[in-house]
């Protein structure tokens, strides 16, 4: 199947920096890409989709200012998480999908803000 | 709106029974239904999807599950667990343009020897 990878698989950051996580699909180019927060025992909650080359699309309640999502090509996403926060700690994980297709999931990416 | 509810947060069965994760449905429309697995330190992994085609749908590992309009129901089974099935489970469904998911809470289920 296809193989979707994040990067870095886990972060430790003080609080008031900015980390980037990147998300890559390895063996496709992803029309559409998905990032997801994970709490601890919860489901994941959608924070944006972006496409390729405009805007990324946040879900309400999702700072756009806070979680900077940048779509430069079919195959890179990433998402930057600005001035980061004890509260902004959680599993961010991304997805990809060519069209209507499946969605293809990368192994998370654990950020802890001290 | 379309959402799923996991009834059971936590699961355990004896190696070898048999497993059954209830999900339940809500959508104003005909919905695309996922199982997916996230092992630890895993991405997620889809087990199974029902997009309106059989109602009794087979997926990876010996898991099925069988979509039931009249119960909106959704429910995940296998006939014999196997140690390595302990994992969280998600049911999902998709929006009415299939474009983004909406996921349950989660099951875990753990496997006992």
């Known amino acids: 199947g296809a193989v979707v990878s994040q990067h870095p698989s886990r972060v430790i950051c003080k609080s008031g920096t900015s980390v980037k996580i990147e998300c890559r699909s390895l063996?496709?180019?992803?029309?559409?890409m998905f990032w997801y927060r994970q709490f601890p025992k919860k489901s994941l909650m959608l924070m944006a989709t972006s496409n390729e080359g405009s805007k990324a699309t946040y879900e309400q309640g999702v700072e756009k200012d806070k979680f900077l999502i940048n779509h430069a090509s079919l195959t890179l996403s990433t998402l930057t998480v600005t001035s980061a926060h004890p509260e902004d700690s959680s599993f961010y994980i991304c997805?990809?999908?060519?069209?209507?297709?499946?969605?293809?999931f990368g192994p998370g990416t654990r950020l802890t803000v001290l | 709106a379309q959402s799923v509810t996991q009834l059971d947060s936590h699961v355990s069965v004896s190696e070898g029974t048999p497993v059954l994760l209830r999900c339940n449905y809500s959508?104003?429309?005909?919905?695309?239904l996922f199982w997916y697995v996230q092992h630890p330190n895993k991405g997620l992994q889809l087990l199974l999807k029902y997009t309106s085609a059989a109602t009794l749908v087979k997926g990876i590992n010996g898991f099925e599950a069988e979509f039931k309009k009249s119960e909106t129901s959704f429910h995940l089974t296998k006939p014999s667990a196997h140690m390595s099935d302990a994992a969280e489970y998600f049911c999902v469904v998709s929006d009415s343009s299939g474009y983004a998911l909406n996921f349950g809470k989660g099951t875990s289920l753990l496997v006992t020897p």
């Open positions: 997805s990809a999908r060519v069209n209507a297709g499946e969605q293809f």
């Open positions: 959508s104003s429309y005909s919905p695309s």
């Open positions: 063996d496709f180019q992803a029309t559409t």
